[in-house]
């Protein structure tokens, strides 16, 4: 049974960084794929960054790029997620997920292809 496990959320001020972390266990964590997702109350859940872990291959939302990084360490089949410049919009629920095989090719209605959910991670900006 796969266990995805998130940690490291917490409040900030605007401009702050978090680390977000992903811990996988239940299944071959090499050459899948490894996403962030983040919902803000009363929106859609969103993707926000994915990770093929095969070969570290990266792909981040629009609204990621340049402030946040995935990386991972493939001896602890941990998934992170650096959050720089931190703004209020980017308060949510930030959740860990995974599916078999490669990343999707694009962020649009993505949601309903990772079949693996962690419990979620509140991460809150604040003005």
């Known amino acids: 049974q796969v266990q995805l496990v998130e940690s490291g959320g917490g409040s900030v001020q605007t401009g702050g960084s978090l680390r977000l972390s992903c811990a996988a266990s239940?299944?071959?964590?090499?050459?899948?794929?490894m996403g962030w997702f983040r919902q803000a109350p009363g929106k859609e859940r969103e993707g926000v960054a994915f990770?093929?872990?095969?070969?570290?291959?990266?792909f981040y939302a629009d609204s990621a790029k340049g402030r946040f990084t995935i990386s991972q360490d493939n001896a602890e089949n941990t998934v992170y997620l650096q959050m720089n410049s931190l703004k209020p919009e980017d308060t949510a629920m930030y959740y860990c997920?995974?599916?078999?095989?490669?990343?999707?090719?694009?962020?649009?209605?993505?949601?309903?292809?990772?079949?693996?959910w962690g419990q979620g991670i509140q991460v809150t900006v604040s003005s």
């Open positions: 997920a995974a599916r078999r095989g490669g990343c999707p090719s694009s962020f649009v209605r993505v949601v309903g292809m990772f079949p693996d």
């Open positions: 990770i093929y872990t095969g070969g570290g291959y990266t």
């Open positions: 239940g299944y071959t964590y090499s050459g899948n794929c």
